[in-house]
């Protein structure tokens, strides 16, 4: 009964349906999981707040990791499986849980995301440039300060001096914002959108706009839409939501992967500047070869499609 009236109603109140379940659950979550932090890391509650200021010690930066797990599982992956159980009679059908779209598409969704790095390098580059109005000069200074203290807090999260700690860092720097933002994002409110502007390509565009914003790294934010974008398309395209989970996996896991193997400073010095200054031309290079594999995609995609269908009528 609560489902068929949760799948009927109107986008805006299935968004504000999605938006309560991620409070509540945020709330929960995270005053639970905070006072669980004292006798866990042996820590006093007034001292959580102060944690930001003392990034070059290990046991705060491992602190900061468990906070960061619990608000990816309470802002994003529980209530964006809490809505899609309650919204949609065959949630997991829905979302394609099933299917990982083939071998074919899972390694052009590599590549794509491997080409992908000079061409977000020069939007980065070029976002980072961009200046508000003057009459707007004290909340650019907020916005850049914000973007500062996340750059030190991703620092000291990439530092690594085990596999172990590889390991780790991985499942939450890759592994989990990968599949609960995906779920949340492309799972839960594209359709929403898609259903409201009654119109595919606006729906992914608006969800992979409120999928950047909701980083609050805004001299990031082109980058990040574009990355929002391709996820999806990636969704729409395959019906699976393993496709864009498998694509910001590999983007997020390509930094923690090399940060292990490499450091810092050579990330800083070769991979973030791969397709910036005198490497433009990398970045029309990926561009077009980015192109390129979206479109075998979604050829490999459509067959795959028509495949099923071709089976569905001729089997005997």
């Not at 619990?70 to 829905?94: E, G, H």
């Not at 790095?117 to 508000?132: D, E, F, M, R, Y």
């Not at 916005?143 to 620092?155: G, I, K, V, Y």
Request: aromatic content about 14%; glycine content about 6%; proline content about 3%.
């Amino acid at each position: 009964m609560v489902r068929r009236i949760l799948s009927e109603t109107s986008p805006f109140v299935q968004l504000l349906f999605l938006l309560f379940l991620s409070l509540l659950t945020f709330l929960i979550i995270t005053f639970s999981g905070t006072l669980l932090a004292v006798p866990l890391f042996h820590i006093k509650l007034s001292q959580i707040n102060e944690l930001a200021g003392h990034l070059d010690e290990p046991a705060t930066v491992g602190i900061l990791k468990y906070l960061q797990f619990l608000q990816s599982l309470s802002l994003f992956l529980i209530p964006s499986l809490l809505f899609l159980f309650l919204t949609r009679d065959r949630w997991s059908r829905f979302i394609g849980l099933s299917s990982t779209g083939g071998w074919v598409a899972m390694t052009l969704v590599i590549l794509i995301m491997i080409f992908l790095i000079p061409v977000n390098n020069v939007l980065a580059g070029w976002n980072s440039k961009l200046h508000l109005p003057q009459s707007l000069s004290g909340l650019e200074d907020m916005m850049r300060r914000m973007e500062d203290n996340a750059a030190q807090l991703t620092q000291a999260f990439l530092k690594m001096n085990s596999f172990g700690a590889f390991l780790i860092n991985l499942a939450i720097v890759a592994v989990l914002p990968a599949l609960s933002e995906e779920l949340m994002f492309r799972g839960a409110i594209q359709p929403i959108f898609i259903k409201w502007t009654r119109n595919v390509h606006a729906g992914i565009l608006i969800t992979a706009f409120l999928f950047s914003f909701f980083h609050f790294q805004f001299f990031g934010l082109i980058p990040r839409w574009v990355l929002g974008v391709i996820f999806g398309y990636l969704f729409y395209w395959s019906k699976t939501i393993w496709l864009p989970v498998l694509a910001h996996f590999i983007n997020n896991g390509l930094a923690v992967t090399v940060y292990y193997i490499y450091g810092s400073q050579v990330v800083e010095q070769k991979v973030d500047t791969i397709g910036t200054a005198d490497d433009w031309s990398l970045a029309v290079v990926g561009f077009v070869l980015v192109g390129t594999l979206l479109y075998l995609l979604r050829r490999e995609l459509d067959e795959q499609k028509k495949r099923r269908t071709d089976r569905f009528f001729y089997k005997d």
